[in-house]
């Protein structure tokens, strides 16, 4: 059965002119050669690797669609107009709607590309055919496999996208030569360890709010962010991780 919902947390940006490929493959994480099989997920970063936005992309012909998160929708935009400076590139608010869900693919229908759990995406003025189901079931998902969000685990200017698990979730291409942010990102990913990242923990009693402190006796581990039904996603020193944290009144373990 096909079932999904309109994602009113999402815009959709139209970027068109000649230059529009080229425009982004020198900006974003991945590579735009993947837009012949479907949708991409990439990132924008800061020239110092830092994360700033993320989003799908989908070619749509004489233009290519970008579907971000809603909030974050105006910014993005105005980075990507400071960029442009010749090139023959627009960027405008689009009327597409986004639709997510489960099951059966709609005529139409992308593949998230992050991960297979998550179903699929629809852009279009009208919605697909399906049956309705509380949204609330993808946050589940997200804990489950680890996907972090806009607003959540993704902190602008702050988040390194390799620590938020981005080449798990087919985000960044290590082959596809420069774009900003591009150098600090190759060097964690050849030449450190990771010592930070995003993970799963289990949470037993009442869960703090989102960007509590996590510690280990006594000591900082890190945030918790995004929780669940009793699971929670965490961003946490590796070192300093225990069998049993601590977040407000919580006991947390690694799941």
């Known amino acids: 059965m096909t079932k999904g919902f309109q994602d009113k947390t999402r815009q959709v940006l139209r970027i068109s002119g000649g230059d529009r490929v080229k425009f982004l493959q020198d900006l974003v994480t991945n590579d735009l050669a993947g837009l012949s099989d479907g949708a991409i997920y990439a990132a924008l970063l800061s020239p110092q690797g830092k994360y ?88 589940a998902l997200r804990v489950e496999h680890i996907i972090p969000e806009s607003g ?17 979730l087919n985000g960044v291409d290590f082959r596809k030569g420069c774009y900003v942010g591009q150098e600090i990102t190759a060097r964690m990913k050849h030449k450190t360890e990771l010592k930070k990242g995003l993970v799963k923990v289990s949470v037993t009693g009442d869960a703090p709010p989102v960007g509590s402190e996590i510690t280990a006796d006594g000591k900082p581990v890190g945030t918790l962010f995004t929780v669940d039904n009793g699971m929670g996603l965490a961003y946490v020193r590796f070192q300093r991780a225990k069998d049993e944290m601590q977040a407000g009144n919580a006991v947390l373990r690694l799941a």
């Open 152 to 168: 959540a685990e993704l902190v602008a200017d702050e988040t390194y996208i390799l620590e938020a698990g981005f080449e798990r």
């Open 52 to 139: 700033l936005f993320d989003f799908f992309l989908i070619d749509s012909g004489d233009f290519i669609l970008l579907d971000v998160a809603a909030d974050r929708a105006a910014a993005l935009t105005q980075r990507l107009t400071m960029y442009r400076l010749r090139a023959d590139v627009q960027v405008e608010m689009a009327d597409e709607k986004v639709w997510r869900g489960l099951g059966a693919f709609p005529d139409g229908a992308l593949a998230d590309p992050r991960d297979a759990s998550m179903g699929w995406r629809f852009y279009g003025l009208t919605a697909p055919d399906f049956a309705p189901f509380d949204p609330a079931e993808f946050k």
